[in-house]
């Protein structure tokens, strides 16, 4: 009898799982780790309802995967089996890298190493684990693979990974302004040349597509209380580790010990559930500033945040520090781990990076942004910058 398994996801229903390698990929421990991780890092602080994991996110781009290769199986383009399976497994461990609390902490438990990286040494080892079968999946996932349009539906301006970040984040924090019509979007597309395409039809599903994401991310990923609040889960593990402060394994590794003794088995040890421990015992630590930034997380008591579209003025930044110096008992030093200010950016559509092209009926193909009466013009191509301070309250 084929193998089928079938989990209920509340975005799209029932996901189908057909493959035995697929299943023994997905209780394997590394990828049920995922579980373990937030996937909007601390955006439940402004959304109650955004307490998905990556777990979710990852079999949510799967089946997103399965449609897409069904689809251009039904147009046509050739993709066998194996070739099948590979995408599949590619997609479903293409986030496995992601350490606590997800991009909140990239660069900051394990500096320098972007989670791309670790997921493809996960991947590597599993490879291992599995006896090589793994490896298509491999070739597929660091775009060595001939056929150029699986690598383009993993990692993409419109791959599935997005498509389900945006469909699934704005059904947990019920920011409607992130639907986007991915069914529609996944039935235009096509193949060209050997490269993933957008049939006519689809142009303006693809507009939606970019304007949802241009939303999203000002209206809740970049939202300044969430930026406030990572920014302070920042600070927090940087402080823990210049003051060297003591906690439980396996987190303590990361904290007081040099990164290069870290093994890729301890890092899947850790989850959010060591960090939020860690955080809850530290709310009483004799470092006030670690104290204090604890608990502003654990309590939601968190700084006061300005967003503004110039740079705050150096005299804010010197009186909120003068404040902080005087209420806490602080030097200028310290009390600048609870002043602090930066700058965030986000484009609709990154040219630099990749292209959505169009593929017109008689066999014309234009980027998104040539295409005649487009909306995503020369301006939404920019990034927008913003800038933030953040202080104590009063």
Not at 133 to 149: R, S, V
Not at 206 to 216: D, G, P, S, T, W
Not at 276 to 289: P, Q, R, S, Y
């Amino acid at each position: 009898m084929p193998f089928r398994k079938i989990i209920n996801d509340p975005v799209y229903g029932f996901i189908t799982i057909d493959d035995e390698l697929i299943n023994r990929v997905i209780v394997h421990p590394y990828f049920q780790r995922l579980r373990r991780i937030n996937q909007m890092a601390m955006a439940n602080l402004v959304y109650p309802g955004a307490v998905h994991s990556r777990l979710h996110h990852a079999l949510g781009a799967y089946h997103l995967m399965c449609s897409a290769l069904q689809e251009l199986k039904s147009k046509g383009v050739d993709i066998s089996p194996a070739e099948e399976q590979g995408a599949r497994i590619a997609i479903l461990l293409h986030d496995t890298g992601h350490g606590p609390f997800s991009h909140a902490l990239e660069h900051v438990l394990i500096e320098g190493m972007h989670h791309e990286k670790i997921s493809l040494m996960i991947m590597h080892e599993l490879n291992k684990q599995f006896d090589g079968q793994l490896q298509l999946a491999l070739d597929i996932f660091t775009d060595q693979y001939p056929k150029k349009f699986l690598y383009q539906l993993i990692s993409g301006q419109l791959d599935v990974d997005r498509m389900d970040y945006l469909t699934r984040d704005s059904f947990f924090t019920g920011v409607h302004e992130g639907v986007i019509g991915y069914d529609r979007i996944l039935k235009m597309l096509t193949v060209h040349n050997g490269e993933l395409m957008v049939e006519e039809k689809g142009i303006y599903s693809i507009e939606k597509f970019l304007v949802a994401r241009r939303l999203m991310y000002w209206q809740v990923y970049l939202h300044k209380t969430v930026l406030c609040a990572e920014q302070m889960l920042k600070r927090i593990i940087k402080r823990a580790k210049h003051i060297k402060a003591k906690t439980q394994l396996p987190l303590d590794k990361f904290i007081n010990q040099p990164i290069q003794e870290v093994t890729l088995e301890e890092f899947c040890s850790l989850d959010d559930y060591d960090l939020l421990a860690a955080i809850k015992g530290w709310c009483t630590h004799e470092d006030k500033v670690l104290s204090f930034l604890c608990r502003g997380i654990i309590n939601r008591q968190l700084l006061k945040v300005q967003l503004t579209g110039t740079p705050p003025a150096a005299s804010l930044l010197a009186e909120k520090t003068a404040d902080a110096c005087a209420r806490f008992g602080l030097s200028p030093e310290d009390a600048s781990w609870l002043v602090f200010e930066g700058d965030v950016s986000s484009s609709t559509y990154n040219m630099k990076k990749d292209h959505i092209h169009i593929l017109f009926k008689n066999g014309d193909v234009k980027d998104i942004s040539e295409v005649d009466n487009a909306l995503i013009n020369q301006n939404l191509m920019g990034a927008v910058k913003k800038y933030y301070i953040c202080y104590p309250r009063v």
